[in-house]
Nanobody
């Protein structure tokens, strides 16, 4: 089983950068695909990015492609962590960002992820 906790959200001006992290507990972290999703009030949770268990495969939503970079650290001697580097942020990127872990491949469907964090707020001011 995996538990995930996000951190690093905050307030940033449009055009700025922010790095959010997802710390995972559990000895089988490296077996899970990890994804980032985001949600704003009144809207459904939407896919942002996903990375495979090995880190060799990544997918991005068209809205963030070229601006966001997902990565992960599976090394045994470091804390199991996934990152989302967000550059050239836009006001429409404002949302609660959620980290998720799943074993059903690099899916963009939130239903394929069984473990979720509590979310971290990212606010981009214009």
């Amino acid at each position: 089983q995996v538990q995930v906790v996000e951190s690093g959200g905050g307030l940033v001006q449009a055009g700025g950068s922010l790095n959010v992290s997802c710390a995972a507990s559990g000895r089988t972290f490296s077996r899970y695909s990890m994804g980032w999703f985001r949600q704003t009030p009144g809207k459904e949770r939407e896919f942002v990015a996903v990375i495979s268990w090995s880190g060799s495969t990544t997918y991005y939503a068209d809205s963030v492609k070229g601006r966001f970079t997902i990565s992960r650290d599976n090394a045994k001697n470091t804390k199991n962590t996934m990152y989302l580097q967000m550059n050239s942020l836009k006001p429409e990127d404002t949302a609660v960002y959620y980290c998720a872990a799943g074993t059903r491949g690099t899916s963009t469907n939130s239903d394929f992820y069984g473990y979720w964090g509590q979310g971290t707020q990212v606010t981009v001011s214009s």
